[in-house]
Structure formats: structure tokens, C-alpha cells
């Protein structure tokens, strides 16, 4: 499975896993560090978490629904020159300081 872009998940500014886009959809991983921890959170309910990979042909809801709507997907989109479809793209913009305590960061830092 050949693996196009990548995205860091952050939970409360802890790495908590890898979000990768691929030729067969998306995948997820929790880290297997971020596991052992006792504080560990899942990303979402919909993800709880796990070691297994989880899979999906479109990009997973939870995701997507961090990606901003209306007058600001609009803003995103101009500024940083992203189609409104690449869903992915968007996330890894507008999501580095998303409300909650759920980020995406491009780099694993």
C-alpha cells in the first residue's frame, strides 16, 4: 500500500498516532507508546483506542469534521490555494490548532 500524505495526530499535545492517505483510501494507527500511557485518550469514540489499523475508503468522520465550514473552508481554501475537495489537504492546514484537544500537525514534532 504506497502511502501519499501523512498526518500527525496529537492528543492534549501528546503524539497519539499516524493518519495516512493512500491508494486505497485512509488509514489510521495509534502509537504504540501513546498506548502504554496511563493518560492515553482515544482520538474520538468512533475510534476508540486499539493497535489494529483502522481502514476507510473516505477520510474517517471524526477527521473531516475538524475541517473548518461555510465563510472560514472558503478562507482555508484561498489562502492556501487547496480545493474544497482535498479533504486531506484541508485538515493538514486548518488543523494544527483545532478546537478541542485533538490537533494535525504535517511534522512530527
Known sequence: MEV????YVYV?????????ENDEGYS??????YL??????????????SEEIYQA?????????????GWLL???SRNWKIDTKDRFGL?????????????IQEDRL
Open 4 to 7: 501519499f500524505r501523512t498526518a
Open 12 to 20: 492534549r499535545n501528546v503524539y497519539a498516532g499516524r493518519l495516512c
Open 28 to 33: 489510521f494507527t495509534y502509537d504504540e507508546t
Open 36 to 49: 502504554k500511557r496511563e493518560d492515553a485518550n482515544a482520538v474520538s469514540l468512533t475510534l476508540p483506542l
Open 57 to 69: 475508503k473516505t477520510l474517517f468522520p471524526f477527521f473531516d469534521g475538524l475541517i473548518p465550514e
Open 74 to 76: 472558503g478562507v482555508v
Open 91 to 103: 485538515l493538514l492546514v486548518a488543523c494544527r490548532d483545532a478546537i478541542g484537544n485533538v490537533s
